[in-house]
């Protein structure tokens, strides 16, 4: 369903492929955080990695909206560097809000494990956000240098 409205959104299928290209890759950040605190793979790990989805997904929209409008009025490789540079901060703040809203469930024997999950997911989500999904524009729509 998903995967549905995000192809409806951009009316084409390449920014949704890079969209759900960068999902599967948040698994690194989650099982490295899982693995460094002694975590389980439970059922609020589970419900915090599908809360993970939804904010990867966010954060890729948000900054290949603005590939998109950029690239009406520029060449295709100064957009993706210009919206690449003008995205990292909200997309940051908006990721460092939610890593450090989940310090305190970090205490909680219910929620510790959605939280291992949501933050080190998260915080490795967006580096993906930021590096590859520029890098996969790139590539899939063959954008030159034109230096």
């Known amino acids: 369903m998903m995967i549905i409205v995000v192809v409806l959104l951009f009316g084409k299928v390449r920014q949704p492929l890079i969209i759900w290209i960068t999902v599967p890759l948040a698994i690194i950040g989650i099982t490295a955080g899982l693995l460094l605190l002694d975590g389980a793979f439970d059922f609020m790990a589970l419900l915090g990695a599908l809360s993970l989805i939804g904010l990867l997904i966010k954060n890729a929209i948000v900054l290949l909206e603005e590939i ?3 690239a009406e009025e520029k060449p295709l490789y100064d957009a993706i560097i210009d919206s690449s540079i003008s995205r990292m901060r909200p997309v940051m703040l908006a990721a460092c809000t ?16 959605m939280s291992i999950t949501v933050m080190f997911g998260l915080g490795f989500a967006t580096i993906l956000t ?18």
């Open 68 to 70: 998109d409008m950029q």
């Open 98 to 113: 939610t890593i450090l809203g989940m310090i305190p469930l970090l205490g909680d024997v219910f929620f510790v494990n």
């Open 130 to 147: 930021l590096v590859f999904i520029p890098v996969m524009y790139a590539i899939l729509f063959k954008a030159k240098n034109p230096a």
